[in-house]
């Protein structure tokens, strides 16, 4: 038997008998990234049809100067709130989130036809009350249009001279794709969970094997260093990616849940997307746990390796924050980037898209490179002295 | 055989081990003594290729640790300070790692794990997981782990260690029988008694240096003491005080 393959058998059988590492990698890492989905997109779309649904309370100032037009609103789900003294203070403080104010002047604007000014108050930086807003609008504008049209009629002139242009949106974004937009997370999410898959075993077998000073007495057998450090990161690998595999499972499960209740838009991931997108995390899982012996290889205790793994894995929260917040398109260049390139080519495979294979190949032989220039360093770092004599 | 000569080793601005020669020979149990700190430690695990000495070299068995240490490795046991066993593992999964890191295949493992675990009387133990173990357990169960692959060199680091009285004879025991097998045994150890009790050559290293090297009568002679206690207190005092001069 291969020393590595020794290692690595042990260090599997030790992590199976460890219940704080099988339930982190095993059960808290792959189920994490989904509840936390779930329940964060259950909430959003409950919000939205809460808000859709439910009938609009809009402060009306000067509602006695425009009874046709607040009766008119009414029918259309307003809700009258009692008038305040001070509007204006009242949503700077946030106590009410949209008013309409009519002016005197409206009354007599309005008999002779000419248009009557309304106007909406609102804080545009309370994100919250922007749906609230723009369905005020779309009430007025579609009064002010009726009135206009009867006032044309009434004029003996047709209505539709008044349209320049007739607008109709389409919007050909597939189902699918409608989904992903929602599900734009998911690539770190399932990151993340590779991350928390494999951190127990990183830091188990650098850090946790020196604080019990096992280290020591491992090193006196006659392996090369790297031979260890190859079993230790294999069975750190298949953790990770043990772990991976559930969390992907269970977003699959997760993602037909809410296809089921929600229409307009749907996210399968069936067993293509699922094998493409393991394929796919293979070079990367085995950069992140490197990158987490390495990490762990500097720290004097378990502790301590643990908070620095713990600010290692918001790294790969920082493209997807790139990439959700910044209106990029995404470029060849990008996909040659480790955690990028995954997270790009995940969205197109959920957005049911195909990853061309070059594409594939480009971020695989970068990711490969980098993982292979992680274990150089981390080789080093085992071979130095430092590292066996608890300091 | 060990050898080790003129070793030297500093840290930083703090020399441990300062000029270190010795040898120890097979079918003996030559003992390492010195107070804490004197660099016991260092010099063993420079043997064992842990530390790369700055100067000076080892040879074990005749093969040279800077040029081949996988082969000084394989030709000794060790047993260090830490002990650092897997409590996850049982005793004779402990064992057995061990002896499949040394390349041995499974029916040879099995066999030479079984006559271990007879020799040090471990058979109640040995397929009980580690943790929860007694320190005498778990000395016998590292020591064991060291031995697996049936060493001709063997170095022990402050072995009695947290041991009672019944442990330490059974470890005394073993030791004399590895010494009457013809295998070279060097340990390390702060008290002397121990040291009186095993030892056919005992070196004596204070602040980095070898103070002493001789058999446990050759030290008596030396400084007229009868005890030898007396004398390695003596030793130490003059090697002390010839450092501060």
């Known amino acids: 038997m291969s020393p590595a393959v020794a290692v690595f058998l042990k260090e599997c059988r030790e992590s199976l008998r460890d219940k704080r590492v099988l339930i982190n990698a095993l059960v808290l890492g792959p189920l994490l990234g989904p509840l936390l989905f779930v329940s964060l997109l259950r909430l959003t779309i409950s919000h939205q049809r809460e808000q859709a649904d439910n009938p609009l309370p809009v402060v009306v100032i000067g509602a006695e100067l425009a009874p046709n037009l607040v009766s008119a609103l009414e029918q259309q789900g307003l809700q009258l709130l009692p008038p305040l003294g001070d509007v204006e203070s009242a949503i700077r403080e946030q106590r009410i989130s949209v008013a309409l104010r009519i002016t005197g002047a409206f009354a007599d604007d309005w008999r002779a036809g000419r248009p009557a000014q309304v106007d909406i108050l609102y804080d545009s930086s309370q994100r919250s009350s922007g749906p609230q807003i723009q369905r005020l609008r779309t ?11 009867q006032r044309l009629i009434v004029r003996g002139l047709a209505p539709s001279l008044s349209s320049g242009l007739l607008i109709s949106e389409r919007d050909l974004a597939t189902p699918q794709a409608r989904g992903a937009l929602l599900f734009a997370t998911l690539p770190y999410f399932l990151i993340l969970t590779a991350f928390i898959g494999g951190m127990w075993l990183a830091i188990d077998s650098t850090a946790g094997e020196r604080e019990r000073h096992s280290l020591e007495p491992l090193l006196t057998n006659p392996v090369p260093r790297d031979q260890i450090l190859l079993g230790k990161l294999l069975a750190a690998a298949v953790f990770s990616f043990t772990s991976l595999t559930l969390g992907l499972m269970a977003f699959s499960f997760a993602a037909r849940l809410l296809r089921s209740q929600q229409s307009g838009m749907s996210l399968s991931i069936g067993p293509n997307v699922m094998l493409s997108i393991l394929l796919l995390m293979v070079p990367l899982v085995l950069l992140i746990v490197i990158s987490q012996m390495v990490v762990a290889a500097f720290a004097k205790s378990y502790r301590e390796a643990q908070t620095y793994l713990g600010l290692l894995q918001l790294l790969p929260l920082i493209p997807s924050i790139a990439l959700g917040v910044l209106p990029l398109t995404p470029q060849l260049w990008m996909y040659a980037l480790p955690l990028i390139g995954q997270q790009l080519a995940m969205l197109r495979l959920l957005r049911g898209e195909l990853v061309s294979l070059p594409l594939m190949a480009l971020t695989t032989l970068f990711t490969v490179a980098a993982a292979i220039a992680a274990f150089l360093i981390a080789k080093r770092l085992y071979e130095s002295e430092r590292l066996a004599v608890n300091a | 055989m060990i050898v080790i000569d003129r070793l030297h080793k500093s840290f930083g601005t703090k020399t441990a081990v300062d000029d270190v020669t010795f040898s120890a020979l097979d079918g003996q149990i030559t003992g390492l003594v010195g107070p804490n700190g004197a660099g016991k430690t260092t010099t063993l695990r420079m043997l064992y290729t842990l530390l790369k000495p700055d100067r000076g070299s080892i040879t074990v ?12 490795r394989r030709r000794l046991g060790v047993l260090p300070d830490a002990r650092g066993l897997y409590k996850r593992l049982t005793a004779r999964e402990n064992i057995a790692y061990y002896a499949q890191l040394h390349g041995m295949d499974a029916e040879l493992i099995r066999r030479r794990t079984n006559s271990l675990i007879e020799t040090l009387a471990m058979q109640d133990i ?20 060291a031995l697996v692959h049936e060493p001709p060199h063997i170095v022990l680091d402050e072995p009695s260690n947290g041991l009672d009285v019944i442990a330490t004879r059974t470890l ?13 045994v060097l340990f390390s150890s702060h008290i002397m008694q121990e040291v009186a009790a095993l030892c056919d050559r005992i ?11 001789g058999s446990p009568d050759a030290l008596r002679e030396l400084t007229k003491e009868q005890s030898l206690e007396e004398a390695f207190v003596k030793i130490i005092g003059a090697a002390t005080v010839e450092r501060l001069a």
């Open chain 2, 172 to 184: 005394r025991d073993f030791l004399r029988q590895l010494k009457v097998e013809g295998r070279c």
């Open chain 1, 139 to 149: 009430m007025l504008e579609g009064y002010s249009r009726r009135v206009g049209f």
């Open chain 2, 126 to 145: 040995a397929d009980r997981r580690v943790e929860g173990f007694s320190q005498g357990e778990r000395v016998k169960t590292a020591i064991a782990r």
């Open chain 2, 61 to 72: 068995g005749g093969v040279d640790a800077a040029t081949q240490p996988l082969e000084v």
């Open chain 2, 203 to 213: 070196v004596i290293i204070a602040a980095g240096r070898v103070v002493a090297d």
